[in-house]
């Protein structure tokens, strides 16, 4: 934890004492302003049905299409942004046609939405690319993020110079409360998703190796709380496996898994597919998936093992 003096450190002051670049910094300001909003409309807003689907053709709630809205516009009024993806549309959407030092973003505007009705932690999450392609693959992101909204709203970051997370005070403002989080070798927490009726039959030997080794199941249902349990815990493993039905899994590469993968990876964790690095996929399209295995490097790579027999 950092010192109680060293917590009116803001998120800009640790942007630039940190020797980020001038635009990306502002981005990530941007992005961060923008959540505040959202953490109102999580709060606030309508529950319901929007009456719409995205692009994977699931019904989106009236949550997802304010959250998508919000962060959309703050990105498009930035100056700092070319292109922008949203895991709520179809398109990549042109913003601006400067290539001089601009960023490109995807977003999942609130992961994990239909756990809001039942009050448990959601958040969004943000990929940053320098240039217009957005699909260049994850180990080009030059910085990722994500938000949790729980019974604190704690921001986490990366862009190369370690992983860090703030906490919004009462002024408003991110604070920082850790820098340079680090991950243990092996952890004995796990986060086992999808059905285990359908677990094939390497991933259900691992979770049985997991279970005989007295690693303790903590699962939400939401990928941003029970990643940022991972990470702030030092240890454990987060698994949304290929499925009997499913071998890609379900979670999204550009929205979801390069930008954990980037920042997990950043604290000394790693993230793998159970054959290749998360961030040595390469992407094709919007709406490609894949495998997880994300947290600590000998439990990732021990899964390895189990997925091989």
Avoid: W
């Avoid at 320098?130 to 604190?152: C, D, H, M, S, T």
């Avoid at 903590?218 to 815990?233: A, H």
């Amino acid at each position: 934890m950092v010192p109680i003096e060293s917590r009116d450190m803001d998120l800009r002051r640790h942007l630039r004492e940190s020797g980020i670049e001038p635009k990306l910094r502002g981005l990530i300001c941007e992005i961060a302003e923008a959540t505040k909003y959202v953490i109102n409309a999580v709060r606030t807003g309508d529950l319901g049905m929007a009456g719409t689907s995205n692009l994977y053709g699931e019904e989106q709630l009236a949550l997802d299409v304010l959250s998508d809205r919000i962060i959309s516009d703050r990105l498009e009024n930035s100056g700092l942004v070319i292109n922008i993806s949203s895991e709520e549309k179809d398109i990549i959407v042109n913003v601006d046609s400067d290539n001089n030092g601009l960023f490109s973003v995807a977003f999942d505007p609130l992961d994990g939405s239909s756990l809001v009705d039942v009050n448990l932690a959601v958040g969004s999450i943000f990929s940053i690319y320098k240039g217009e392609n957005i699909l260049q693959g994850g180990r080009k992101q030059a910085a990722a993020l994500f938000v949790v909204y729980g019974p604190r709203t704690t921001l986490i970051y990366s862009a190369k110079k370690g992983v860090h997370e703030f906490a919004l005070n009462h002024l408003g403002d991110f604070t920082l409360m850790r820098e340079k989080i680090q991950m243990k070798d092996t952890g004995k927490i796990y986060s086992p998703g999808g059905l285990r009726s359908k677990y094939l039959p390497g991933h259900k030997k691992f979770i049985d190796f997991l279970e005989k080794r007295g690693s303790k199941l903590r699962y939400s249902g939401g990928l941003v709380p029970d990643i940022n349990q991972i990470l702030l815990k030092g240890e454990g493993i987060f698994m949304y496996p290929a499925l009997q039905g499913a071998p890609h899994g379900k979670l999204r590469l550009l929205f979801e898994l390069y930008p954990m993968a980037f920042i997990v990876e950043q604290a000394g964790g790693s993230a793998s597919t159970g054959k290749t690095g998360i961030l040595d996929v390469k992407i094709d399209n919007l709406d490609q998936r894949a495998p997880v295995y994300i947290g600590c490097k000998n439990d990732v790579e021990k899964v390895k093992d189990f997925l091989k027999e």
